[in-house]
């Protein structure tokens, strides 16, 4: 019913930028909270940043002033602007949507996408 689709992952030198997308289709009524958030290799999946409905952010302290997590409600689409990027940003980057589905039932649900591979070569 609702798909989240990633893309700008890749390869970059330390230092350099990327900028991920993630776009969000399907069955939506309002799609509240939105966020990115990483994973490597036998650890748990961490925080990045998250962004509300309304435009407030939060961060995770090792991206700060680096990252900017950005939304376009009308695109129903997050952003994530990564900066001064570090071998430690090697990861896989997530997309997180939490979605209602109807107004008459005003449930929340959590969706996530299939990720996108973030490497930073030093």
């Known amino acids: 019913q609702v798909q989240l689709v990633e893309s700008g992952g890749g390869l970059v030198q330390a230092g350099g930028s990327l900028r991920l997308s993630c776009a969000v289709s399907?069955?939506?009524?309002?799609?509240?909270?939105m966020g990115w958030y990483r994973q490597t290799p036998g650890n748990k999946r961490e925080l990045v940043a998250t962004?509300?409905?309304?435009?407030?952010?939060n961060y995770a302290d090792s991206v700060k002033g680096r990252f900017t997590i950005s939304r376009d409600n009308a695109k129903n689409t997050v952003y994530l602007q990564t900066n001064s990027l570090k071998a430690e940003d090697t990861a896989v980057y997530f997309c997180?949507?939490?979605?209602?589905?109807?107004?008459?039932?005003?449930?929340?649900?959590?969706?996530w996408g299939q990720g996108t591979q973030v490497t930073v070569s030093s």
């Open positions: 962004i509300t409905s309304g435009g407030s952010t």
């Open positions: 399907g069955s939506i009524f309002r799609i509240n909270d």
């Open positions: 997180n949507a939490r979605i209602i589905h109807s107004r008459d039932r005003p449930l929340e649900y959590n969706y």
